[in-house]
């Protein structure tokens, strides 16, 4: 084991100090960032786009099984995510911490590493936040400001009957990534001793569950195309809960086809030895962070060209319902059956 500090050492200020002094600005917008009562945003003529994520351990992760880093990394994606599903692009972000205790100066700085990498990646500058003691374990809180360009910030009611209905990626594979981890660790707590988990032919379920990416690439490639959604989300609860989302906002209906769904292989090979039902796992999943979308019916041939997106349905009207077309024909009502953290 490295060397630990205790927290106390340093105290809130100083803990802050530590881990933001080698931040570097990346944004012109960005006029002040850490070491002020508030951060200094100027955008001009730009739409300023906020979102929040809290996140607490043992409802949302958990650390038997959830590197520190890589917690720090998701829980700032999450949050570029919601930016990027508003059609905008995420500039900066306030980190707020609850630490118990239990953690020492050498946890929050691994912590801050994920954070501060999905930071670099993505371009989006670290410029203020909060800590405090906590009583319950660990408690994240980001908030994301992002921009947008007027006319072009996406909303999730402006679908349309006869719009197409995108999904990018592929579903699933971060739901059966949790059950893989939830399977290790049970066995874990059973035998204690001379356990080594079994992850191998199943990285990239660890990496969609760990570390998930949010689609810049897509909103470059929507923008170089030259297509402005007509509504989009990002699917963290399930693709049947935001399908269901998107169709309330924009008072409309909708057919998605279950033979076009995307899932990956080893998706289907999990699903199948967990003995599950591969389709409600990718509707029903969540923590995907793809993007769903609609365009209008003369984008057909441009979203069809594009790599990473898959159209997987149709607006209706709002009468005909929100329905699953199965491979036989036949329609079962789409239910939001996603994971819900205030569920019973």
């Not at 600005?25 to 994520?53: E, F």
């Not at 949302?60 to 520190?68: I, K, R, S, T």
């Not at 809180?141 to 679908?159: F, L, N, Q, W």
Request: net charge negative.
């Amino acid at each position: 084991m490295g060397e630990r500090t205790e927290i106390a050492t340093l105290g809130e200020f100083g803990l802050i100090r530590h881990l933001t002094e080698k931040i570097e600005l990346k944004n012109p917008s960005t006029l002040k960032g850490v070491g002020d009562d508030a951060a200094v945003l100027d955008y001009g003529d730009k739409l300023t786009l906020v979102t929040t994520d809290l996140l607490l351990e043992g409802i949302h992760f958990d650390l038997m099984y959830v590197p520190l880093k890589h917690l720090g990394y998701k829980s700032a994606v999450v949050n570029f995510s919601d930016i990027y599903a508003m059609n905008g692009r995420p500039k900066q972000i306030t980190v707020s911490l609850g630490i118990s205790k239990r953690f020492c100066v050498e946890d929050m700085e691994e912590l801050y590493a994920g954070i501060r990498l999905a930071c670099d990646i993505y371009g989006v500058d670290l410029v203020g936040g909060d800590t405090s003691a906590s009583r319950t374990g660990l408690t994240i809180s980001i908030t994301c400001v992002g921009e947008g360009e007027k006319g072009k910030v996406v909303y999730r009611d402006g679908a349309r009957e006869t719009d197409l209905i995108c999904v990018s990626g592929d579903l699933g594979a971060a739901y059966m990534g949790l059950q893989l981890l939830e399977r290790e660790k049970s066995v874990f707590v059973e035998t204690k001793e001379d356990f080594a988990p079994d992850f191998s032919g199943k990285e990239y379920l660890l990496e969609r569950q760990l570390k998930p990416e949010a689609r810049k690439d897509i909103v470059e490639a929507l923008e170089r195309e030259g297509i402005v959604p007509t509504a989009m989300m990002d699917i963290s609860d399930g693709l049947s809960s935001e399908l269901l989302h998107l169709s309330k906002e924009s008072k409309v209906g909708c057919r998605v086809y279950e033979d076009r769904i995307p899932i990956d292989y080893q998706t289907a090979a999990m699903a199948e030895r967990f003995n599950m039902n591969l389709v409600t796992a990718a509707l029903n999943g969540g923590e995907d962070y793809e993007l769903l979308f609609t365009v209008p019916l003369s984008a057909h041939d441009k979203v069809e060209a594009m790599n990473g997106v898959r159209v997987i349905g149709y607006v209706t009207k709002p009468e005909l319902g929100n329905y699953l077309v199965g491979r036989d024909g036949g329609e079962v009502e789409l239910r939001a059956q996603g994971w819900n953290s205030l569920g019973e």
